[in-house]
DNA sequence: TCGCTGACCCAGG
DNA sequence: CCCTGGGCCAGCG
């Protein structure tokens, strides 16, 4: 990690926008780092959930926030924030990726 | 230096 | 839908 792999990640994460999510594995490809998916769980489960860092648009390829181990993983409060950005579970506490995926395709993103 | 342990993913059966 | 197996890697004893 020559300019550290967790810094690749959480510039990333501060582009996905409000409302929208992105999975570990879109993430890690867009981070430059592909087939390292669980690189991108721990890299947020070492951020500690700054103010600032948009943690909560992370979710599992099946649309679902992936479970912790921690007890005290927050994984109520990144539904919650989502939901205040109106993304919207269902029974099974599943969200549609075709209907809120980050799609990255704007050229001026900076 | 080795071994273990995770916010993962995907192809198969 | 479930389970398996293989791929991925940093941090801490």
């Given amino acids: 990690m020559l300019i550290g792999v967790h810094r690749l990640i959480y510039d990333v994460v ?3 926008p409000h409302g929208k999510v992105a999975t570990y ?3 890690a490809a867009l981070a430059g780092l592909p087939q390292r998916a669980r690189l991108v769980g721990y890299a947020l489960a070492a951020a500690g959930g700054p ?3 948009p943690w909560h648009r992370v979710v599992n390829a099946k649309g679902e926030i992936s479970p912790r181990s921690d007890p005290d993983g927050h994984e109520d409060l990144q539904r919650r924030l989502l939901e205040n950005e ?3 579970f ?3 506490g599943r969200l549609s990726l075709p ?3 980050w799609n990255p395709q704007s050229p001026r993103n900076r």
């Fill in 14 to 16: 501060y582009r996905i």
């Fill in 25 to 27: 594995g879109q993430v």
């Fill in 51 to 53: 103010e600032d860092l």
């Fill in 86 to 88: 109106g993304v919207v």
């Fill in 90 to 92: 269902d029974r099974k």
């Fill in 99 to 101: 209907a809120y995926r």
